[in-house]
């Protein structure tokens, strides 16, 4: 049973960093394409930022520059580095698995960027 359980979301002032870790169970992150996505309550959900199992990465235009992903094999771990935060990026974010028989989701972790 695959697991993802996210961590490190929090409450930061603009501009500061938040580094957030979802980590798998179930499953190996190396294998398949990872991403994070958030959420604002009323609006959809969007992708924040993605890693192929090739270590190819992608990210929303708005957050480019700024945030990271990134993908630890001997932990089956996967990190976004979120840096110079704004209060748009206040949201609810979720870990995803991507796999060709459908998706697997975190429960999601808090942000909220505010001062």
């Known amino acids: 049973q695959v697991q993802l359980v996210e961590s490190g979301g929090g409450l930061v002032q603009p501009g500061g960093s938040l580094r957030l870790s979802c980590a798998a169970s179930?499953?190996?992150?190396?294998?398949?394409?990872m991403g994070w996505d958030r959420q604002v309550p009323g609006k959809q959900r969007e992708l924040v930022a993605r890693?192929?199992?090739?270590?190819?990465?992608a990210y929303a235009d708005v957050v480019k520059g700024r945030f990271t992903i990134s993908r630890d094999n001997a932990k089956n771990t996967v990190y976004l580095q979120m840096n110079n935060l704004k209060p748009e990026d206040t949201a609810v974010y979720y870990c995803k698995q991507n796999r060709a028989t459908g998706n697997y989701w975190g429960q999601g972790t808090q942000v909220t960027v505010s001062s």
């Open positions: 179930g499953s190996i992150v190396s294998r398949y394409a």
């Open positions: 890693i192929t199992s090739g270590g190819s990465t």
